[in-house]
């Protein structure tokens, strides 16, 4: 059974930083992109940030560039996402989700969520003082 499972999320202030963990099971990772993703209390799920399957291209929206940095280890099964210089405005749940890559690379462009088929049941973020 395909499974997510994110971890790391944690109240914090502004200008500090998270590490947020996605534990895959049941799939090897090696062919799969993923993405990250947040929704805030009212908006849309948006894309922040995805890694292709082979972690060769990464793509983060602008909003998030030099700020946050996706990674991952295939032998750990294993896609972190490092939140640094945080805002109150990156104040979401952010959940990873899971889709085959292809060629060329599905994270070529922003990650939107209809592009993803597994998803994890997400992490909440708060930024706040």
């Known amino acids: 059974q395909l499974q997510l499972v994110e971890s790391g999320g944690a109240l914090v202030q502004p200008g500090g930083s998270l590490r947020l963990s996605c534990a895959v099971s049941?799939?090897?990772?090696?062919?799969?992109?993923i993405g990250w993703f947040r929704q805030a209390p009212g908006k849309e799920r948006e894309g922040v940030s995805c890694i292709s399957s082979r972690g060769t291209i990464t793509n983060y929206r602008d909003s998030v560039k030099g700020r946050f940095t996706i990674s991952r280890d295939n032998a750990k099964n294993t896609v972190t996402l490092q939140m640094d210089g945080l805002k109150p405005e990156d104040t979401a749940v952010y959940y990873c989700?899971?889709?085959?890559?292809?060629?060329?690379?599905?994270?070529?462009?922003?990650?939107?969520?209809?592009?993803?088929?597994?998803w994890g049941q997400g992490t909440q973020v708060t930024v706040s003082s």
């Open positions: 049941g799939f090897t990772l090696d062919y799969y992109a």
């Open positions: 989700a899971a889709v085959r890559d292809q060629l060329p690379s599905i994270c070529r462009i922003i990650p939107h969520r209809v592009q993803y088929i597994y």
